[in-house]
């Protein structure tokens, strides 16, 4: 059993707009239930993980993968005794800036914002999601989230420097994240790595004992297995082993935090943001393990050819759509015509662009460049 962390509560600060308590909510759970409620949520559904739509009903896409994260990273705040409310939170968020078509999507639009000296990244995308893009209440644009939150956002996958641009001031730049927030990371870590292997398990790209030779922890599960459940269906021998190895890398996280903290000897949350580094970290051995399930998915995933061709051809379809609505910006839907009032057109495009669907990305390229 672990002992419980000796780090006082997470006090949210407050939001940018006030509002007065809700009667049977905290703070971060109307946070949950905002970003819940968002399109932006939503349009998760119909954006690719790694695997396009169409190719297999089973495959993750955006959304499923967000939901995996929550249950990963609850698990582990919960085993810490932190604030599963704010993790939770932080999970459903952490990938509501993701453009179409996964990472190839998100490089697209960086290369096309650069020729305007901007930018693009995900994770401040979701930042301006619920801080101005998502428009659901009168008195301010955005959803009007916590401090914490918002922070979360920016910071559980990189840290933010001092110089950071003056809409990020707020958000403590210089200071390490929280504890949820640092574990979120790899949470999502855990998430993805076992899920592409599902993926790709699922859609024949290799099998259980060519996995085996590339991880060694996973030959040793797959015995375990063998012994236990002599005459089991392929399938069902497969999520057997990946269901312990699920459970040796939240173990791991589990393991290695705690252990960082006791280090660490921190008390506080304001301890573990004064620190030089992060204290959210896997055990060694699970370390290593998500090393080589990483490299086996760069190796024989990421690479294979019917997904590159799937990528080519849609970033060739995101490029040219992007090219023609910044010439003809009034072709954009009706909300983002309207801030073409207040911001240049090649800000609006982007934005209207990160926040589309795969199929609906695909539906106006065909109507509006055939």
């Not at 920016?154 to 840290?159: A, D, G, L, Y």
Request: aromatic content about 8%; hydrophobic content about 35%.
């Amino acid at each position: 059993m672990l002992g419980r962390l000796r780090l006082g509560p997470l006090q949210p600060r407050g939001r940018k707009y006030p509002e007065p308590p809700h009667p049977y909510r905290n703070d971060f759970q109307r946070d949950r239930d905002r970003i819940i409620h968002s399109r932006a949520f939503r349009r998760l559904e119909g954006k690719t993980q790694v695997f396009a739509a169409g190719l297999h009903d089973h495959f993750r896409n955006r959304l499923t993968h967000t939901i995996e994260v929550s249950q990963v990273s609850r698990t582990v705040a919960t085993a810490l005794h932190l604030n599963e409310e704010y993790t939770e939170t932080l999970a459903l968020a952490h990938d509501l800036g993701h453009p179409p078509f996964a990472h190839v999507g998100e490089k697209e639009l960086n290369r096309q914002m650069a020729k305007f000296g901007d930018s693009f990244e995900h994770n401040r995308h979701a930042l301006r999601i619920v801080d101005e893009l998502e428009r659901r209440y009168a008195r301010f644009d955005g959803l009007n989230l916590t401090y914490e939150v918002r922070e979360g956002i920016i910071k559980h996958s990189r840290e933010l420097p001092l110089n950071a641009e003056p809409d990020l001031q707020d958000l403590l730049p210089g200071k390490r994240p929280v504890l949820e927030a640092q574990l979120l990371d790899l949470a999502d870590e855990i998430a993805y790595n076992t899920a592409d292997i599902d993926d790709a398990f699922c859609g024949e790209i290799f099998t259980i004992e060519q996995i085996c030779e590339s991880i060694p922890t996973f030959s040793e599960l797959a015995e375990a297995a063998d012994t236990q459940f002599p005459g089991a269906p392929e399938q069902v021998r497969f999520w057997e082993i990946q269901r312990q190895l699920m459970n040796v890398l939240v173990g791991g996280l589990i393991h290695g935090t705690a252990q960082a903290v006791e280090a660490a000897d921190v008390e506080s949350v304001e301890d573990v943001r004064d620190l030089p580094t992060r204290l959210a970290q896997f055990t060694p051995e699970a370390a290593e393990l998500s090393s080589q399930m990483r490299q086996l998915l760069i190796n024989r995933v990421y690479s294979y050819a019917q997904l590159m061709e799937d990528r080519s051809a849609a970033v060739d379809k995101l490029r040219g759509l992007f090219e023609f609505l910044v010439e003809h910006p009034d072709r954009v839907s009706g909300y983002y015509r309207e801030r073409l009032a207040e911001e240049p057109p090649y800000r609006v495009v982007c934005d209207y662009l990160a926040g589309m669907t795969d199929a609906y990305l695909l539906r106006t390229h065909r109507e509006l460049l055939g």
